[in-house]
């Protein structure tokens, strides 16, 4: 059949895809303008798996909280190229996304996929982008925490973004939160403190200092606990209670935090960033 011109054009401006994938949406939906955007959005779904090897390094990571600062999320939707990223549309519905997760807080991405927003799947609004723009676009981070008093912090223009959890709900912490939502961010801590680090990097560490140790010349009677000192300054390094305050690293975290507040803590945090 024959498809008029004013008929793609409106295909487009709906859509956002391109002049000839328009006509052959049209083409294979009879001219039924519905039918040709569900054909544009398999087409997108196509798209995502034929290039499911293909990296999804950019993007806008997104961090929100609950009203009351009790629940909070960081997602991540991703994109091959920062022309993509940086388009408005994408930014709106990353934030979009975030609102959504912080209001439903589901437990996973796919639970997250499924949530209704502005009436269709957060699912089917990520096709839908995907469809316009024709490369992979994809959820790949969702994080999420409860507290008495959740901060959240986003670095580098969407790049990167952190909750931190503090067990104090009073208004006065809030900033002491936000300090220390910024030394996630610049110093990439592992764990909260040394009890939450991974038997299996705690082995590796130890590991690795005793190999350092044979390498200076140190006497094997020695190797055991130069090795544990060694993981101790790794704990210093890598746990975001023990490192130091880099507003002031004279002092360690938990000590910033204790001068704030006696008994201030951080109860988690979560990271996430681009790449």
Do not use: W
């Amino acid at each position: 059949m024959s498809i008029k011109l004013e008929d793609i054009k409106k295909l487009r401006d709906a859509t956002g895809a391109g002049m000839m994938d328009c006509k052959k949406a049209l083409t294979e939906a009879g001219g039924d303008f519905e039918k040709a955007i569900e054909e544009l959005r398999k087409k997108g779904q196509k798209v995502s798996a034929k290039r499911a090897d293909r990296d999804a390094l950019e993007g806008a990571v997104i961090a929100k909280i609950s009203d009351d600062k009790k629940r909070g999320v960081v997602i991540k939707l991703s994109s091959e190229t920062d022309f993509v990223s940086k388009n408005e549309e994408f930014i709106q519905l990353t934030t979009q996304i975030a609102q959504a997760a912080v209001d439903a807080f589901p437990q996973s991405i796919d639970e997250l996929m499924q949530v209704e927003l502005n009436g269709a799947t957060v699912g089917d609004h990520i096709n839908d982008l995907l469809a316009k723009f024709q490369e992979k676009i994809e959820l790949t981070n969702y994080e999420r925490l409860e507290a008495e008093l959740v901060v959240p912090y986003i670095h580098m223009g969407n790049k990167a973004g952190v909750i931190v959890g503090l067990n104090s709900a009073d208004e006065k912490v809030y900033n002491a939160g936000k300090d220390v939502a910024m030394q996630v961010a610049a110093m990439k801590p592992i764990a909260l403190d040394k009890d939450q680090v991974d038997a299996k990097t705690i082995a590796t560490e130890i590991e690795i200092g005793k190999e350092q140790a044979r390498a200076e010349g140190k006497p094997e009677a020695m190797i055991e606990k130069i090795a544990l000192g060694k993981l101790n300054k790794f704990y210093k390094e890598n746990t975001l209670l023990n490192q130091a305050f880099v507003k002031q690293n004279k002092m360690s975290v938990a000590d910033y935090l204790k001068s704030v507040q006696a008994d201030l803590t951080v109860t988690d945090f979560k990271h996430v960033r681009l790449g």
